[in-house]
């Protein structure tokens, strides 16, 4: 009778051990300009957790969302929180590449997966790269390769850069410049959080440059558009920008952003039933207009549930975890997706224009694809 309890009992462990509930947390800035940011991640990824009637991969899913505030020491203390004493299974985040770089070893070190629904810093794309880290957006780098391509194709001979002094601005001037052969004039780095352009500015009305090239996100890119419009720089140089004119900061920039560029790996006009029902349904529960950020916490959702049912729930095995993240058996809203071997995408990219909907809301349209299946510069040096 005892062999026969015993038995018994590891019957039911065998078939409870991975019908617990799942523990997700997720690490966004929610304070202050950039929370404009956080919360369209937020919103992507809880809209997936809606749609999934609140379970990923069959699991009844518990969703703890805590608030970097901007700041890498903040958020290692809140990661440590979620790691000890909530014991998430996951943890998705984060916005800022400085952010991501203060968690990622904690995270990673604790065999947790750590999903970026945003940053991807280079530093994380080749021999720093980990077995638990996977990237549903994109190596930053890329965003601003193809903004180089274009303004080499275009012909463009003098450029004027300008992105603030942190790691995701530093990968966005090499990334420009990976494909542009033509004449930098300046090189400026400001703080992270800048308010008033007004000197960089002038700066840029004497350098003599045909275009400017910029990364300011959020709050920052607010500010930036609007001073730049306002000196007038808008009808004498040609403005190319990644996270700068999205659909987080159209809102507040409207017209002063109108017909300047961006560049990416999706936008809310793509033509996929798929991405077409997911701005439909956002726009529906929100009321405005998701960007590339809401885009990938959807996917980071979509991943985690298309892993989380492949493996039946069980996540004690790493390794089975591990396979069912890098298989991608989910339909991503961008259409083509697949990881390389670092844990980064190989996707499309696109150079966009700001444009205005017959509704009168702002939103970025497809210019022109201009990469196909595109992998980082990175990936080779990844051991992986």
């Known amino acids: 009778m005892k062999k026969l309890l015993c038995a018994l009992g590891t019957m039911l462990m065998a078939t409870t051990a991975h019908a617990e509930d799942l523990k997700i947390g ?46 890498p020491d903040v958020a290692l203390t809140r990661v440590k929180g979620l790691l000890e ?87 966005a001037m ?24 007004s000197a960089e500015i002038a700066q840029m009305s004497t350098s003599g440059a045909d275009a400017l090239f910029t990364f300011m996100p959020g709050g920052m890119g607010v500010r930036f558009v609007k001073q730049f419009r306002e000196a007038g720089l808008a009808d004498k140089m040609t403005f190319l920008s990644a996270f700068t004119v999205d659909e987080a900061t159209l809102p507040a920039q409207k017209d002063a952003a109108l017909g300047m560029f961006g560049a990416t790996n ?6 996929l039933p798929q991405s077409q029902k997911f701005v439909a349904d956002f726009e529906e529960k929100y009321g405005y207009i998701p960007g590339g ?34 298989a991608t058996e989910f339909e991503s809203l961008r259409g083509n997706f697949k990881f390389n071997n670092n844990h980064f995408p190989v996707q499309d990219f696109y150079l966009l ?6 509704d009168g809301k702002y939103w970025t349209e497809v210019e022109k694809k201009v990469f196909e299946d595109y992998t980082d510069s990175f990936a080779e040096e990844c051991k992986m």
């Open 293 to 326: 950020f809401a885009m990938q916490a959807y996917d980071a959702a979509l991943l985690i549930d298309s892993a989380v049912k492949a493996v039946g729930g069980d996540l004690s095995d790493k390794d089975a975890v591990r396979a069912a993240l890098e």
């Open 26 to 71: 997720l690490v966004v800035t929610l304070s202050g300009p950039p929370a404009v940011l956080g919360k369209q991640v937020e919103d992507g990824f809880k809209l997936a957790l809606d749609n999934m009637g609140g379970k990923v991969g069959g699991l009844d899913t518990e969703l703890i969302v805590v608030d970097s505030e901007l700041k």
């Open 266 to 271: 999706w936008a809310p006009s793509i033509d």
């Open 353 to 358: 224009r700001v444009a205005q909907r017959d």
């Open 174 to 197: 090499e990334g420009f410049k990976k494909n542009y052969k033509g004449e930098i004039t300046d090189e400026v780095y400001t703080p992270l959080g800048h308010n008033d352009f």
């Open 85 to 171: 004493r909530d014991e998430v299974d996951f943890v998705v985040g984060t916005v800022f590449s400085n952010v991501l770089g203060a968690i990622f070893k904690p995270v990673t070190r604790s065999e947790t997966f750590l999903i970026s629904p945003n940053a991807g810093p280079s530093t994380l794309a080749g021999k720093n790269c980990s077995p638990y880290f996977f990237s549903t957006s994109y190596q930053n780098n890329q965003n601003f390769e193809v903004l180089g391509q274009h303004a080499q194709e275009q012909g463009i001979k003098k450029v004027f850069m300008m992105t603030p002094n942190y790691q995701a601005g530093r990968d």
